[in-house]
């Protein structure tokens, strides 16, 4: 998972985004799990807190031929927000439909981690919105549900609501022996961005493939203004990197670069 705002500043986004790509081959994995991310990949592009741009594919990020012209769109439209996922599969066929982000309105969305089967439950009321065949979609539509009865986009409101949504998937998901092994994630709308580390250190997956060291995201300040988010420290020059804790929901002003960091 990969987040970029850039205030301002003459940094490279395409120079940022194909560093992050390169982990569709050699991206960390839990323990004695195949290599590799390469079951599809998305990006989607802000500027001004406007969607100006959404890609997904079926393909690995690393290869697809749509990659270069995404590349060269980020160039050329020079946004200030980047949300990108490369995506391993557990549920749901490598396909445009179930690659990240998935976006509803001006939000977009992207996680990693094992909710479980789509049919369970907790999804039962947006199974309907859903495309494809993921729990991550349906994850997010958990959340998008809960904005929309409530009509309004506050910042405050967005997080508490995304952590209602977290536990009530601590209660009610359910996968292999389980809760969920991970429902980190990030959630943008281009003006704020609310990233959630979030994993089961006793799930009994998470255990045995050691997972812990899979499911982390790290928070990067450039010296030049930047804020990236990802789940792996790349080798950007001037980010100092520093690791979330799990069980927490960090609110990102993009304005103001203020960062607010809560327990869940």
Excluded at 40 to 63: D, K, N, P, T, V
């Amino acid at each position: 998972m990969l987040f970029v705002s850039v205030s301002g500043s003459s940094r490279s986004r395409s120079a940022l985004v194909r560093s992050f790509l390169r982990l569709a081959q050699t991206g960390n994995v839990p323990r004695t799990i195949t290599p590799g991310h390469h079951d599809g990949w998305g990006i989607a592009l802000y500027r001004a807190g406007q969607i100006i741009e959404w890609y997904r594919s079926g393909e690995s990020g690393f290869s697809d031929i749509g990659r270069d012209q995404i590349l060269s769109d980020i160039d050329e439209k020079r946004p200030d927000t980047l949300l990108v996922h490369v995506r391993k599969m557990t549920a749901g066929e490598p396909a445009e439909r179930n690659s990240h982000p998935f976006v509803d309105g001006k939000f977009a969305f992207i996680h990693n981690g094992m909710l479980g089967s789509p049919d369970q439950e907790i999804f039962k009321d947006v199974n309907k919105r859903a495309v494809g065949e993921t729990d991550t979609e349906r994850y997010f539509h958990l959340i998008i549900h809960e904005l929309e009865s409530e009509n309004t986009h506050d910042p405050k409101h967005v997080a508490d609501v995304f952590a209602k949504t977290v536990r009530a998937l601590r209660a009610g998901a359910s996968y292999a022996g389980g809760s969920f092994t991970s429902a980190s994630s990030i959630l943008t709308d281009g003006r704020y961005a609310y990233v959630l580390r979030e994993f089961t250190e006793e799930h009994p997956l998470v255990k045995r493939y050691a997972a812990e060291s899979y499911y982390t995201l790290y928070l990067g300040r450039g010296d030049d203004g930047t804020l990236v988010v990802c789940s792996e420290r790349l080798d950007i020059p001037g980010v100092v990197w520093k690791l979330l804790p799990n069980h927490t929901l960090t609110t990102i002003d993009l304005d103001s670069r203020n960062v607010r960091t809560n327990c869940v």
